[in-house]
């Protein structure tokens, strides 16, 4: 079973509008970490935005907020007015066991979202 | 935050032949590094696990007499792909964790190998 579900292969998104991007995650473990990543044509991967397992509010970061709703195993990415430097890949991934000791990500199969000007 | 540099970014190289690939942390020590493997419009596959000083670690399907893996310091892994074929073109990024791990982890800026 996949650890890790992006099921928006693409989206198209109008320049200012909001947007979501779904992610779905199955894990028995407890402990565990979200985090969405950036991948602009150019290849590098940007660091967004992170949600431990434990953690009691919804993280976010300037624009970006993440919508965890743990019962239903969801860690979707929000993008409020979205902006034509957004185009890009973003990948979801999960990290399982406790921060120490175990860092290896899991990666979702992407979205590849375009603003539209 | 922390740079990871990897170099080349883009390589191409005849079939048979072995290519290097370094990632480097410039500004802190990393004793943990990861690679990864990308094809084309897919998702980032784990390949192994570096650890500095130590034998790597490798994912459940990954050759490691072909994928070599050396992580001699605190600042450079290195990847050697040995005897190069066709199907081993991708893109191939790594990541690496501080010596005083804060949760993040760091992405080079990947490295794309074209074996013709």
């Known amino acids: 079973a996949q650890k890790i579900t992006q099921t928006q292969p693409g989206m198209f998104v109008q320049e200012k509008e909001a947007v979501t991007l779904d992610c779905t995650y199955d894990t028995s473990d407890p402990s565990y970490g979200l985090f969405w990543y950036k991948q602009p044509s150019s290849g590098e991967m940007i660091f967004l935005i992170y949600?431990?397992?434990?953690?009691?509010q919804n993280a976010t970061e300037g624009r970006y907020s993440l919508n965890f709703q743990k019962a239903r195993k969801s860690a979707n990415l929000v993008i409020s007015a979205s902006q034509l430097g957004d185009s890009a890949m973003y990948f979801c991934?999960?990290?399982?066991?406790?921060?120490?000791?175990?860092?290896?990500?899991?990666f979702g199969t992407g979205t590849r979202l375009t603003i539209i000007p | 935050g922390a740079v990871v540099s990897q170099h080349p970014s883009w390589v191409i190289c005849k079939s048979g032949t072995s290519v290097k690939i370094e990632c480097r942390s410039l500004d802190f020590q990393a004793t943990t590094m990861f690679w990864y493997r990308q094809f084309p419009k897919q998702s980032l596959m784990l390949m192994a696990t570096?650890?500095?000083?130590?034998?790597?670690?490798?994912e459940q399907g990954v050759e490691k007499d072909k994928f070599l893996i050396n992580h001699a310091s605190l600042t450079l892994s290195t990847l050697t792909v040995t005897s190069a074929h066709p199907e081993d073109s991708s893109f191939y990024i790594c990541?690496?964790?501080?010596?005083?791990?804060?949760?993040?982890?760091?992405f080079g800026e990947g490295s794309r190998l074209t074996v013709l």
């Open positions: 991934a999960m990290r399982e066991g406790s921060n120490f000791g175990n860092e290896k990500l899991t």
């Open positions: 949600q431990g397992s434990y953690d009691q």
């Open positions: 990541s690496a964790r501080e010596l005083v791990y804060t949760g993040e982890l760091f």
């Open positions: 570096s650890n500095e000083g130590s034998k790597a670690t490798y």
